[in-house]
């Protein structure tokens, strides 16, 4: 039943006089790009709680995350997430919708929702447990109290297109550089900050909030990004691809704050780029969490994690720099603040290629490839 804005209790299918099924990428099972299947009978979405709000999907834009989703990451730890009391049997995910940014339109307000109406325009990115933006409609929360809030008002100055490409990456980059990071809007003139793989999602989103704040801002990407990254601001440009980029790195001046887009073998000489004994802070986004919870279940993987974390946080502590990971982490007003920078012309999309609804296995292709130029949008309805 669905808890809809006249108060009744209804079907949203039966009360809205819509079709029960709607056209979807769906999975039925984990794998390489074979698995994705197209299909006209996906379960229309429902709205279950009162805070939610079911959005009619325009774009959708791709991240890495899919690609690993599809095969299989994540699939234990997400499992418990959605179904913590495991009523369900193993493989009740599936059809699994995937594509985690949306932009598109209100289409159904829960009862609590006052904060947006059916057709406005928003934007969001969706938590990796719930349905993804692959599909005509999907279901967001869009609490009042704006605790958990996902939904926000879509940038005006933005098509669907170009807004589907930011939700993802930017939350990601404002969770990991101002709730970790410790940066905003007010300490971050005169930072400088490294940004290892600037030329991808998170990072061309990174680069632009963090000049439109003030910061100082270094990037590492391939000699072929220089023009693409230096165009969003970014003030000195290394490109790794010409030889060991660390040495370059140490002989530029220290950091206060360094985003990792690359992990592997970084972690073993960026923190020694830091400031020490100044609060300066290593932020990856690569991190082996979902992996460890995967493989051992959520209570020892969280306990493999934390003791890992503690570990190196602790070694480098001693050497007055701080190492954190950093997450994703759905925030509306997070969205809201990206919303007005957005239209005060203080952030771009980018774009690098868009496909169509029935090119989505194309769209996946192209993202597994790597090397990405910024984002890649699918265009829904
Ligand atoms: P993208 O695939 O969009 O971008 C990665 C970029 O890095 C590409 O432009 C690539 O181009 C470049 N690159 C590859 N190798 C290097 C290198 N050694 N040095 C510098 N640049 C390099 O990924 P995203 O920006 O979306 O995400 C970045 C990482 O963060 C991914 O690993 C992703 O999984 C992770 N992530 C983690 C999240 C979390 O919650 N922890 C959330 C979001 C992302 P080229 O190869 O041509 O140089």
Known sequence: PALVKDGSLRTLSTSARRSTVMQAWVIDKYGNNSVLRYTKN???????YPNEVIVKVNAAGLNPLDINMRGGYGAATLAMKRDPL????AGSEFPLILGRDVSGVIMECGLDVSYFKPGDEVWAAIPPWKQGSLAEFVVLSANELRQNLQVSHK??????????????????????LVN?????????????????????????????????WGAH????????AEHLVRGLGADDVVDYTAGP?????????????ILDNIGGETEHWALSLLKPWCGAKYVTLVTPFLRNTDQLGLADGMMQTAVTVATKALKHITKGVHYRWGFF?????????????????KIRAVVEEQFSFAQVPKAFEKVEKGHARGKIVVTVT
């Not at 933005?158 to 980059?173: G, K, N, Q």
């Not at 801002?217 to 072929?224: A, D, E, G, K």
């Not at 980029?245 to 704050?257: N, Q």
């Open 42 to 48: 996906a379960s229309f979405p429902i709205i279950h």
């Open 86 to 89: 495991s009523i369900n049997k």
């Open 155 to 176: 940038p005006k100055s933005l098509s669907h297109v170009d807004a589907a490409s930011l939700p993802y990456v930017a939350a990601t980059a404002w969770s990991a």
């Open 180 to 212: 970790t990071g410790g940066l905003n809007k007010d300490n971050s003139a005169k930072k400088r900050v490294l940004i290892l793989g600037g030329s991808g999602g998170v990072g061309t989103f990174a680069i632009q909030m963090l000049k439109s």
């Open 217 to 224: 801002v270094t990037v590492t990407c391939s000699q072929n």
């Open 245 to 257: 980029v660390e040495r370059k790195l140490h002989t530029l001046e220290k950091f206060d704050v």
């Open 329 to 345: 982490a759905p925030s509306g007003p997070a969205l809201d603040d990206v919303s007005e920078m957005v239209d005060a012309g």
